[in-house]
Structure formats: C-alpha cells, structure tokens
C-alpha cells in the first residue's frame, strides 16, 4: 500500500531561553496515526504543540503538510486544524450553545447538530447555562466539543484530559478512536495512560 | 455544513463581542463615567467663568475623550488572551485582518459610541457656542474609531507582556497626538466662526489610513504576541 505522509516534521528546533527543548526533530505521520508527546514537565511538550498549530514559531525546521510548509498554507491549514490547548477557549459570559456557535463560525463546521454535540459530552441539559456555572471537568468537556462540531482532518490536543472523569476519558478516547480510523491524525500529550490496542501510536519521548 | 462566509463570521464575531459587553456592563460603562465626571470636575475645580469655561471646552472633552478611549483599550484582546479565545481566532479558518476588525467595531460601538451620545449634554454644560457643537459631534464621530484602530495595535503587541500597561500608554500616546490636535483646533476655529474643512479633511484621511492598514498591522502584532 503506497502511504503518503500528511504531516511531516523536518528536523524542528526549539530554543527558550537559551535552553534547547528539543532539536533536529524529525518524523512523520499517515492517516489514521497518532502521535503520543510525552516527557516531564518543561520538556517542551506544549510548544512543540504550538509550532504544530502554526502559533508559534519554531527556531529551526518546517512543518509541512500535505508536502507545503504550513506557514505558506496559512488558513488554508488552519481549517484542517483543530486545537485544544491548555486554556478552554470559551467564554464565560456565553452560554453553551453561544460558545459552540461561534466554534462552528470561526472553523470548518461539521454537520453535527449542536444539541446532538452537547449530548454527545453529556452536556445536554446545560445548553443555556452560562460558562461560568459549569465545573472545571464540564469546561474541559466543552472545549473538547470543538473536535465534533468542527470538521478537521488534524486534532491537536494539550493534555486533553486534564480534570476530566473516568467516564469522561473513556468517552473521548472511542471519540478518538473513530477518527483515527476515519483516516485523521491525533497529535496529543497526556500524562495518563493512553490504552488504545486498535490505535497505532508512535510515541514521542522529549525528555531523552 | 457549509462553511461560514466571510461577512457572516464578521458579523457573528461582532455579535459575540457585543453580547459580551453587555454581560459585563459595569466594565464597559467604566470609560463613559470616566469621560462624564473629567469633564464635571473642571467646572468646579477652575471656576464658573462662561467666558473661559466655552474657550476651554474643546480642549477638555477632547483631552477626555483621549484618556477614556485609552483606559477602555486593554478590553479589546485582554480576556480573549487570558481565555485562550485568541488563541482559537488565530486558528480560525477566516483571515484574522477581518476578525480584528469585526472586534474593533465592537469595541468602538461599546466605548466611542457612548462618548458621542452624551457629548452634546456636556459640550451645552460648559457653554460651548451652538455652531461649535455640530463640528464636535463630528470630529469625535470621525475621531474616536481613529482612537479604537490605532489603540488595537499597541494593544495587541502588548497583550502578552504580564505589565503591559505602561508601555501601552507610551506606545499610543504619541499616535493619538495628531487627532487630537486636529479635532481640538477643529471644534475651536468652528467656534470662532472660521471655516474648519482642512481639519475635518485631515480627521478624515486619518480614520480611512487607519481602517484601512491598522488591522493587517493588528493581526501581525497579535501574531508576534501569540509566539
């Protein structure tokens, strides 16, 4: 079977501070991979994430996908991309529902029905309930209902079950799992344990 | 689905930032009160003089005006940054030039619209000849989304510094120089019966020099401060 990569790293570089967090980084994913970041705190994970988006920029290296640098793509990569970082993204002073409308004008919407979206989360009942009123693993449910009301080939995804519950977690990992085998990619950092047998996973250690 | 258009994302972001505003009320009516009790105070603090009170009165709403605009123009990207809102605008699929300037609009309609409204009331209460009156409600209709779309640009370079707000006021202080000399020196020839064209010309070309580029520059500073 011909694979061709979708994203491709080029030996990325990334300087803080005079402190090299990583360097000559090289790799590449397919369809339907993911690509698990880990690494103790510090090591650069996040802005690894970063350059990926195109918000930062990296010292040294290109990210290319589907074979153009993804600075040239511009918008035309960021409708590909979604991302969910460390900071939710919504709005307090929003309702649900306001602040899933807005996800969906901003980005490439899906044709999922936001009500259905919500119940997906669980947070079907809370679609007028402001923001500010939800608890912290209910926000993060929120902004992880950005991956199923957007359309995007390319999830990138900041520890994305911090505060979340068991339940929780095991929903967004068989979310997860469809898109992968929708042909997606995931790249994503998580201090938990990722058990997903049917998933192929390369694995990314910037610690060493 | 079909994606949004351009003029229906503009109009969408434009909404959200006003409903925003109206949520938190009592932040957005913080500039207007500033702008109403500045200009109050001069009257009790130089004297009831109508002589000198009408010469001055040019100079003190306009000066007013100035400051409210710059102590309302942190507002504009400072939650969207806390929030991480910014962060997903960048990302958007719309080009960001837009979307600035739909959250510039917005933030001209909650702080330079309200200046506009209650100016007639306080240019009468400091005895401002009627014929100047007009040429003020003008040049702060044309001055203040002049303020709005250059204060964006300091904003945004600055929105990730932790203290940002000194540099702010040093960065745009200088900018703001020119419209509030022409609009100042507008109100006053008008309210010595001189014709003040050349200064509404000037006020002009600024706010479509302003529309027109401060936006792109905008977009690229949030860039910058985003990295």
Same mark, same amino acid.
């Given at each position: 079977?011909?694979?061709?990569?979708?994203?491709?790293?080029?030996?990325?570089?990334?300087?803080?501070?005079?402190?090299?967090?990583?360097?000559?980084?090289?790799?590449?994913?397919?369809?339907?991979?993911?690509?698990?970041?880990?690494?103790?705190?510090?090591?650069?994970?996040?802005?690894?994430?970063?350059?990926?988006?195109?918000?930062?920029?990296?010292?040294?290296?290109?990210?290319?996908?589907?074979?153009?640098?993804?600075?040239?793509?511009?918008?035309?990569?960021?409708?590909?991309?979604?991302?969910?970082?460390?900071?939710?993204?919504?709005?307090?002073?929003?309702?649900?529902?306001?602040?899933?409308?807005?996800?969906?004008?901003?980005?490439?919407?899906?044709?999922?029905?936001?009500?259905?979206?919500?119940?997906?989360?669980?947070?079907?009942?809370?679609?007028?309930?402001?923001?500010?009123?939800?608890?912290?693993?209910?926000?993060?449910?929120?902004?992880?209902?950005?991956?199923?009301?957007?359309?995007?080939?390319?999830?990138?995804?900041?520890?994305?079950?911090?505060?979340?519950?068991?339940?929780?977690?095991?929903?967004?990992?068989?979310?997860?799992?469809?898109?992968?085998?929708?042909?997606?990619?995931?790249?994503?950092?998580?201090?938990?344990?990722?058990?997903?047998?049917?998933?192929?996973?390369?694995?990314?250690?910037?610690?060493? | 689905?079909?994606?949004?258009?351009?003029?229906?994302?503009?109009?969408?972001?434009?909404?959200?930032?006003?409903?925003?505003?109206?949520?938190?009320?009592?932040?957005?009516?913080?500039?207007?009160?500033?702008?109403?009790?500045?200009?109050?105070?001069?009257?009790?603090?130089?004297?009831?003089?109508?002589?000198?009170?009408?010469?001055?009165?040019?100079?003190?709403?306009?000066?007013?005006?100035?400051?409210?605009?710059?102590?309302?123009?942190?507002?504009?990207?400072?939650?969207?940054?806390?929030?991480?809102?910014?962060?997903?605008?960048?990302?958007?699929?719309?080009?960001?030039?837009?979307?600035?300037?739909?959250?510039?609009?917005?933030?001209?309609?909650?702080?330079? *619209?309200? /200046?506009? $409204?209650?100016? !007639? %009331? =306080?240019?009468?209460?400091?005895?401002?000849?009627?014929? @100047?009156? #007009?040429? &003020?409600?003008?040049?702060?209709?044309?001055?203040?989304?002049?303020?709005?779309?250059?204060?964006?640009?300091?904003?945004?370079?600055?929105?990730?510094?932790?203290?940002?707000?000194?540099?702010?006021?040093? *960065?745009? /202080?200088? $900018?703001?120089? !020119? %419209? =509030?000399?022409?609009?100042?020196?507008?109100?006053?020839? @008008?309210? #010595?019966? &001189?014709?003040?064209?050349?200064?509404?010309?000037?006020?002009?070309?600024?706010?479509?020099?302003?529309?027109?580029?401060?936006?792109?520059?905008?977009?690229?500073?949030?860039?910058?401060?985003?990295?």
């Amino acid at each position: 079977m011909f694979e061709t990569a979708l994203l491709k790293i080029d030996n990325l570089s990334c300087i803080r501070d005079d402190r090299v967090l990583f360097e000559h980084l090289s790799l590449s994913l397919c369809c339907g991979q993911m690509l698990l970041v880990e690494g103790r705190n510090g090591s650069g994970k996040t802005s690894l994430l970063r350059i990926l988006t195109g918000l930062k920029m990296a010292d040294e290296g290109d990210i290319y996908w589907r074979g153009t640098v993804i600075s040239r793509e511009g918008s035309g990569y960021h409708e590909r991309v979604t991302y969910v970082g460390h900071h939710d993204g919504v709005k307090r002073e929003l309702t649900c529902l306001e602040n899933l409308r807005l996800v969906q004008a901003m980005g490439n919407p899906s044709a999922v029905d936001l009500d259905d979206a919500l119940e997906q989360v669980n947070l079907y009942r809370y679609g007028d309930t402001a923001v500010a009123n939800l608890s912290a693993g209910q926000r993060r449910r929120l902004a992880l209902a950005r991956l199923i009301v957007t359309e995007a080939d390319l999830w990138i995804l900041d520890e994305p079950y911090t505060s979340l519950d068991k339940a929780s977690m095991a929903l967004y990992q068989s979310l997860f799992e469809t898109h992968l085998k929708q042909g997606g990619i995931i790249v994503m950092t998580s201090h938990h344990d990722i058990d997903m047998p049917s998933v192929d996973v390369q694995r990314l250690d910037l610690s060493s | 689905m079909k994606r949004y258009s351009l003029t229906q994302a503009f109009f969408y972001l434009l909404k959200r930032d006003l409903t925003l505003s109206f949520r938190n009320r009592a932040e957005f009516a913080n500039p207007l009160l500033f702008f109403i009790l500045v200009i109050t105070l001069f009257p009790l603090a130089i004297g009831a003089e109508p002589v000198l009170l009408s010469r001055i009165a040019p100079g003190i709403i306009w000066v007013a005006a100035l400051l409210a605009a710059m102590l309302s123009l942190d507002s504009i990207f400072r939650s969207d940054f806390d929030d991480g809102s910014l962060e997903q605008l960048l990302l958007s699929a719309h080009p960001m030039p837009i979307l600035v300037l739909a959250k510039v609009t917005a933030h001209w309609l909650v702080t330079g *619209l309200p /200046l506009l $409204l209650v100016s !007639p %009331v =306080l240019a009468i209460m400091l005895g401002m000849p009627s014929e @100047a009156q #007009g040429i &003020l409600l003008l040049t702060i209709l044309i001055g203040t989304p002049i303020l709005s779309l250059i204060g964006s640009i300091g904003v945004a370079l600055t929105v990730g510094l932790p203290k940002g707000g000194i540099i702010l006021s040093l *960065l745009i /202080l200088p $900018l703001y120089v !020119p %419209v =509030l000399i022409f609009a100042a020196s507008a109100v006053e020839g @008008a309210a #010595g019966g &001189l014709d003040v064209s050349a200064q509404l010309y000037m006020l002009l070309s600024f706010l479509f020099l302003a529309l027109s580029l401060s936006p792109l520059a905008t977009a690229a500073a949030l860039k910058i401060s985003m990295n």
